[in-house]
Nanobody, 123 residues
Framework: QVQLVESGGGLVQPGGSLRLSCEVS????????MGWFRQAPGKERTFLAA???????ILSDSVKGRFTISRDNAKNTVYLQMNSLKPEDTANYYC?????????????????WGQGTQVTVSS
């Protein structure tokens, strides 16, 4: 059974940084596409970043230059490093796994989701 567990969220001041982690159970993690999404209250879930099995990654324009996605296949973990955080980054952040290895930014293509971790950016 595949499980995704996010951690690292919390309260941070504008301009600060956080690193989110997502630990994944699954023998073939290294071959999966892993993504990060977020959802603010009253808003739709939006794509942030994805990293593919070959190590290539893609970021949404809204976070490009501020966020970085990475993965450690030995630890079955994907990370989202978030710098220069803004109040509008406040949301619940989710990691997701696409187990066919297809590079995609579409949430509907992801097979498994974590429970989410809250990020609040406020002074």
């Amino acid at each position: 059974q595949v499980q995704l567990v996010e951690s690292g969220g919390g309260l941070v001041q504008p301009g600060g940084s956080l690193r989110l982690s997502c630990e994944v159970s699954g023998r073939t993690f290294s071959s999966w596409t892993m993504g990060w999404f977020r959802q603010a209250p009253g808003k739709e879930r939006t794509f942030l970043a994805a990293i593919f099995r070959n190590g290539a990654s893609i970021l949404s324009d809204s976070v490009k230059g501020r966020f970085t996605i990475s993965r450690d296949n030995a630890k079955n973990t994907v990370y989202l490093q978030m710098n220069s955080l803004k109040p509008e980054d406040t949301a619940n952040y989710y990691c997701a796994a696409e187990t066919s290895g297809i590079p995609t930014t579409r949430g509907s293509r992801y097979d498994y989701w974590g429970q989410g971790t809250q990020v609040t950016v406020s002074s």
